[in-house]
């Protein structure tokens, strides 16, 4: 597991995965985010036995069923969302706190919601350890959402609704945008990018297909 750690493995994936794919994926452009991927330490949020995994271009297990998100994936999501410095975000999905800990390097505040409780006291514990302290983890159904905090600048899910949730809908601001796979379970979904626009009207478009884990509703 040598230099898995180093900063250059970020700078390669980052590189080749992210600023410059050579498969047809759309680039991610967006400064803020590239810096964000290269700074995170996505090692340190994925099981030790996978961590010489962690710079590849791969989701990977994190425990319970779940996964960490593949690195471009996190990184176009984040890119969609055009977030600034003042904005507070809702995640549905904490799994690993990557993703959080990508979006806290941007955005204000960060309000994360996980429904299995083991990955969320450990996503907390975590992201406490490497000072994400603009970061709220809660065990819960994110379904939901989390209506205390809103309504949002930005909401992003990494688990698959089969219809977009009116309850998220709800909360989020006029102005605001919100990323999330869609469709059936255990099938190609659709990345959506809805946006609520200050005239209050809704618009939503089809970014790519994915596969990401199904969003449990209770
Ligand atoms: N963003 C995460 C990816 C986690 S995968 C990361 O960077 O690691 C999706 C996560 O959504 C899983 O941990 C799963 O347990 C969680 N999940 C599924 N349905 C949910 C729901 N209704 N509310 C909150 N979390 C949910």
Redesign the pocket.
Known sequence: MANVNQPSDRDRMVDTQIQDPHDGRPPVVDHAVLRAMRKVPRHL?VPQEHQYLAYEDRPLP?G?G????QPYI?AIMTELLQLASEHRVL??????????AVLAEIAGDVYS????EP?AMLARERLAALDYDNVTVRA????LGWPEYAPYDAIIA??APRDVPQSLLDQLKPGGRMVLPVGPAWRTQMLKLVARHSDGSITRDDIMAVG??????N
Not at 91 to 100: D, F, H, K, L, P
Not at 140 to 143: A, K, L, P, Q, T
Not at 212 to 217: G, L, Q, S, W, Y
């Open positions: 949020f994190i319970y779940q996964t960490i998100s996190v995640e549905v999905g904490t799994g690993s706190g990557y993703q959080a919601v996980e429904i299995v990955l819960g159904d994110g379904y990494a688990a990401f884990v199904p969003m449990i509703t």
